[in-house]
């Protein structure tokens, strides 16, 4: 099993910027396939962006594209989305999630999730 808890979210203006951070346990850590997804209020969970076991491939969501970065650490266990030029509309709870079968943008493939972090954007 993998546990896995975010951190690093906040309130923020418009245009501001946010490194969140997942820790992950065990030491298998660089099997998995990592996630971002959110969900806002009153909207369903939506895809953010996933990043290979590897660390060398990673998609986004065209919303946030050219904004946000992923990334993963394999050595200390944990994964970041930096998040820059933030806009209200970004504003969600945030969850990590990890994959025992593939990086993709599909919520029903991630076996573990994190109890999720506040990412709040003010206009």
């Known amino acids: 099993q993998v546990q896995l808890v975010e951190s690093g979210g906040g309130l923020v203006q418009a245009g501001g910027s946010l490194r969140l951070s997942c820790a992950a346990s065990g030491r298998t850590f660089n099997r998995y396939h990592m996630g971002w997804f959110r969900r806002a209020p009153g909207k369903e969970r939506e895809f953010v962006a996933t990043i290979s076991w590897s660390g060398i491939n990673s998609y986004y969501a065209d919303s946030v594209k050219g904004r946000f970065t992923i990334s993963r650490d394999n050595a200390k266990n944990t994964m970041s989305l930096q998040m820059n030029s933030l806009k209200p509309e970004d504003t969600a709870v945030y969850y990590c999630?990890?994959?025992?079968?593939?990086?993709?943008?599909?919520?029903?493939?991630?076996?573990?999730w994190g109890q999720g972090t506040q990412v709040t954007v003010s206009s």
């Open positions: 999630a990890a994959s025992e079968k593939v990086s993709a943008p599909f919520g029903d493939l991630y076996d573990y």
